[in-house]
């Protein structure tokens, strides 16, 4: 697995966003809830307020910890249909198979055919 984590300085770190959750509390005041981290939250009389002492809340936090990306390649794994792949190619009786499936299509395909036909017709009369 290879790992690569981003790293930026202070001066040229890409804005971030948030998605925060407002709710409504029974006494009457408002909670602002940062979805990202459940613990960092704000509460006020408005909502305006709470959002407001969230984002000091998680100006604080981020004063003492910094936010790196992390990126992580994914596992080289085998397709699991491969293992399947040309395990009838030496077997003598394939070629029959693969006609008698055709075969069946066709078949399949002229009773489509007619009943479609019929229900056009069926139409028509209506």
Not at 68 to 87: C, D, H, R, S, Y
């Amino acid at each position: 697995m290879n790992l690569t984590v981003k790293t930026y300085p202070n001066n040229t770190a890409p804005k971030l966003t948030y998605d925060v959750l407002i709710e409504n509390q029974p006494d009457g005041t408002v909670k602002a809830t940062l979805l990202s981290l459940p613990d960092c939250q704000g509460l006020g009389n408005t909502e305006t307020e709470a959002i407001e002492k969230l984002s000091q809340s998680l100006q604080t936090r981020l004063e003492t910890a910094k936010i790196v990306t992390l990126e992580i390649e994914p596992p080289q794994t085998e397709n699991p249909w491969m293992k399947f792949a040309g395990m009838f190619k030496d077997d003598p009786q394939f070629d029959e198979m693969l006609a008698y499936i055709e075969a069946d299509r066709r078949e399949l395909d002229a009773q489509m055919e007619r009943y479609y036909q019929q229900l056009d017709a069926e139409n028509e009369t209506k």
